[in-house]
């Protein structure tokens, strides 16, 4: 699992999203906070190895009014990573709540760890 | 009018030295802020805010993603707006090891000065898609009014 970085060809500002990534017996969990993007325009792409997650929200003036402060440069966000060998392209989770999108990759069959028990004879 | 820094001029993406700069940025930031090497120093940080005014109105949102309605504490003291909270680790993630952690947990307060008076009793607080919004109605001397200007 490595990040991968370049220029975004979008001609709007977009945002990294910050993310935890943690690996468990069977694979690895991303999360992914993308706070103010409603659920529906999350999207994510796998493409070979990359995996994309991107938001297309809508950031018009939502209230109108005055800005006196703004602290979220843009409103969309966007990361790519690319997946290491071992992980299963095939079976990928996704689950979203309260601004927060999680992402479950498996680990492919090779790859899980295996108990081989010993036995004494 | 209270101190609020002015607000940050668009900036666009499209000039790739101007996201180099960002970045720059970012990693001085969050250097100094004691958050170098991608960890955020625990029970350190602040959500990111919006203050945007109307005519009668002045919204506050916070970027809270991950959070509980129900662990978030908003408070009006005089013209002082104080959002408090705790953003709660699942405990399962504890033990798992580690790629990336960005994510910032525990507790947090941020206070701001409000532009205006508000009224107190009439706030309303929602949280949605992780965005904390606050609305606030100015007090009645507070709004804007039009003066006609007569022509004598």
């Known amino acids: ?37 409603p659920k529906d325009s999350v999207k994510v792409d796998l493409d070979k190895d990359t995996l994309r997650v991107e938001t297309t929200a809508d950031c018009g003036k939502a209230a109108g009014g005055e800005t006196l402060l ?52 | 009018m209270s101190l609020l820094p002015k607000k940050k001029s668009d900036r666009t993406d499209s000039y790739p030295v101007l996201s180099l700069r960002d970045e720059v940025n970012r990693l001085f930031d969050d250097f100094f802020s004691g958050n ?36 978030i504490d908003v408070s009006i ?3 002082v707006l104080t959002i408090k909270g705790e953003k709660k680790e699942e405990t399962k993630k504890e033990e798992q090891n580690y790629h990336l952690m960005e994510r910032r947990y525990g507790s947090f307060q941020r206070g701001i000065s409000l532009p205006t008076s ?31 200007v007569k022509v004598e």
């Open chain 1, 1 to 37: 699992m490595a990040e991968k970085t370049g220029e975004t060809k979008r001609n709007e500002p977009v945002r990294t999203p910050l993310v935890d990534i943690f690996e468990t017996g069977e694979g690895i969990v991303l999360q992914f906070e993308l706070p103010g993007i």
């Open chain 2, 77 to 79: 003291t005089g013209d």
């Open chain 2, 36 to 71: 170098w090497l991608g960890v955020p120093a625990r029970g350190q940080w602040a959500p990111a805010l919006d203050v945007s005014e109307t005519d009668s109105q002045v919204i506050v949102k916070a970027e809270v993603p991950g959070m509980e309605a129900k662990d």
């Open chain 1, 70 to 121: 703004r602290e979220f440069d843009a409103c969309n966000f966007t990361r790519e990573f690319v997946l290491s060998r071992d992980l299963d392209r095939e079976h990928i989770a996704a689950s979203w709540s309260d601004g927060v999108l999680t992402l479950e990759v498996s680990k492919a069959a090779e790859a899980q760890p295996r108990k081989i028990p010993v036995t004494v004879s």
């Open chain 2, 118 to 148: 508000v009224d107190s009793s009439k706030v309303t607080a929602s949280y949605g898609n992780g965005v904390l919004t606050i609305t606030m109605e100015k007090k009645e001397h507070s709004k804007a009014r039009n003066i006609r």
